[in-house]
Antibody, heavy 116, light 106 residues
Framework: QVQLQQWGAGLLKPSETLSLTCAVY????????WTWIRQSPGKGLEFIGE???????NYNPSLKSRVTMSMDTSKNQFSLNLSSVTAADTAVYFC???????????WGQGALVTVS | EIVLTQSPATLSLSPGERATLSCRAS??????LAWYQQKPGQAPRLLMY???NRATGIPARFSGSGSGTDFTLTISSLEPEDFAVYYC????????FGQGSRLEIK
């Protein structure tokens, strides 16, 4: 059974960089794309970006200029950095596995990030 | 740009009743349509994919139907644990989600 466990700083000041990491248990990063999705009351569920084992990334154009994703296959972890955060980036952030090209079958527990 | 519109926003029903939730797409989504359930404080849980395929471990009381632009998630007989928010989701526009339908206990 695949499990995703995520962590990272929960309170940031404007202009700081959001950093989150997701560890994958019970599965290898070498298959599938691994993604970050966030959820806020104002914008609902929003796809941030994805990365695969070869380091190929795809970012939502609305966030692309501020997003960097990376992967450490030796630790079976992947990470999200979002720079220059503002209050609009306040949300619950989820890491997920993308399956069959478009849906998300495994999710991390979520991490509330507040920018204030 | 494909927009997913879910209705109703809130549905009030009692355990044992049948629930029908709608997801309408602004253009055809070619059956790349998934449904999720989310309870307070939890991550969304995949229920259905490719319109009508149940994800692993999802009870048979959940079913999905539809084609083209109109899709339905049906819960045949509500259990207490089914009261939650439900989202539909598609491939395009960076994996767009609907705004959600809340299923609450009447």
């Amino acid at each position: 059974q695949v499990q995703l466990q995520q962590w990272g700083a929960g309170l940031l000041k404007p202009s700081e960089t959001l950093s989150l990491t997701c560890a994958v248990y019970g599965g290898s990063l070498s298959v599938y794309y691994w993604t970050w999705i966030r959820q806020s009351p104002g914008k609902g569920l929003e796809f941030i970006g994805e990365i695969n084992h070869s380091g190929s990334t795809n970012y939502n154009p609305s966030l692309k200029s501020r997003v960097t994703m990376s992967m450490d296959t030796s630790k079976n972890q992947f990470s999200l950095n979002l720079s220059s955060v503002t209050a609009a980036d306040t949300a619950v952030y989820f890491c997920t596995r993308k399956y069959r090209g478009y849906f998300f079958d495994y999710w991390g527990q979520g991490a509330l990030v507040t920018v204030s | 740009e494909i927009v997913l519109t879910q209705s109703p926003a809130t549905l009030s029903l009692s355990p044992g009743e049948r629930a029908t939730l709608s997801c309408r797409a602004s253009q055809s989504v070619n059956n790349y349509l998934a449904w999720y359930q989310q309870k307070p404080g939890q991550a969304p849980r995949l229920l259905m994919y490719d319109v009508s395929n149940r994800a692993t471990g999802i009870p048979a009381r959940f079913s999905g139907s539809g084609s083209g632009t109109d899709f339905t998630l049906t819960i045949s007989s509500l259990e207490p644990e089914d009261f939650a928010v439900y989202y539909c989701q598609h491939l395009t526009n960076w994996y767009t989600f609907g705004q959600g339908s809340r299923l609450e206990i009447k």
